[in-house]
C-alpha cells in the first residue's frame, strides 16, 4: 500500500474581517462535539453567538494577524515544509475548520495514490472539541472521497517521551529567568465533556483526586492527560515543587468548565506576590489567538494590574526542530523505518 501523511489541526478564520470571523465561528460552534445539545438548540445557541461575537473576535484577530495571514496556519504550513523536508512520504496539511480543508488535503493524497492514511492531530491531549472532531472528520470525508484509504491515527501523545523533551527544550531559554511562578495554561473544556469521555462512566470528577488515581478513563481524559503532562514537564525541566501550577483557559458560555480558570488565576498569583510570571501552553503546539492574544496580550494586562512586576508567555513549540522531530519520529514509526 503507498503510505502518506495527514497533519491536522483546528484551523482560523481566512483573514480578521466580520464575514470571514463568523463563517469560521459558525462551522466551529456547530459542531457536534463543540457544543454537545441537540441541533436545534446548538443552532439558537449559535445564532445568538454570532450577533456580536464576530466583531469582538475580529478585533482580536487583527491583534494577533501577520503580512502572511494567521499564526496558527502559517506556523503550521511551516510545520508541514518542515516536515516534508525530512520524510521521504507525502504530507499534506489540513485544518478541521476553514482552510486548508481536509476534504482538499485528502484529495491531494489520493491523486497522490496514498490509500494508507497515517492521521496526525496536531493536539497533544484527548478532547472531544478538538482530537476526536478531528479524527472523526477526516475519518467522514475519507469513506466519501477516498473509500479505499485505510487510516491510522497517532494516539495522544501529551506523555510521549520526545514531545515532553521537545516542549522542555523550547521553553529552555524563558526558564532561565527569574520568575516566582510557572502557570500551565491549558485550553479549558466544560466538565461535561469530561464526564463523557469517561469509559467508566463513574470515574472523571467522581472521585476525589480522580486525577491521581490509575484509571482506564484516562486514555481519554483532557484533565488527567494536561495534569500528566504539567508533571512530567517540571520532572524533565527541574521546576521546584511549589513553583507551578495548572489553570484553564478560554471557557465560553455559563456551564462549569474545568477549574481553575485562568483568567482568575493570574490576578490571584500577583496578589499572592507571585509577581514574576511565566506562562506556558502546552495544548497548543502553534501560536494563536489563545495564546497571542487571550494570554500574552489580556492575561498579561490583568496580571500587571493585580500587582504583577514581570509577564512572559513562553511561546509554543511552533516550528522549533525538536517539534519537527517528534514528528518525524511519529512518521518513522508508522512507516517501519
Known sequence: MSKGILLVNLGSPDSPAGPDVRRYLNEFL???????????????IVGLVL???????GHAYEAVWTKEGSPLVVTSKNVHAALQSKVALPVELAMR???PSIESAVEKLADRGVNDLFLIPLFPHYAMSS???AVARVREVAAELAPQMKISVQLPYYDRPDYIEALVASAAEHLKQDYDH???SFHGIPERHVKKSDSSCCHCLKVANCCEVASPAHATCYRAQCIRTAALFVAKAGVPAGKYSV???SRLGRDPWLKPYTDFELPRLAKEGRTRMLVICPAFVSDCLETIEEIGIRGRDDFMV???KTFAQIPCMNEH??????LENMTKEFSGH
Open 321 to 326: 526542530p525538536r517539534w519537527i522531530e517528534v
Open 306 to 308: 493585580a500587582g504583577g
Open 131 to 133: 482530537y476526536e472532531t
Open 97 to 99: 475548520y476553514q482552510n
Open 30 to 44: 456547530m459542531d457536534e462535539r463543540v457544543i454537545d445539545v441537540p441541533w436545534a438548540l446548538r443552532r439558537l
Open 182 to 184: 510557572l502557570l500551565f
Open 51 to 57: 450577533i456580536k461575537r464576530p466583531k469582538e473576535s
Open 247 to 249: 489553570s484553564f483557559q
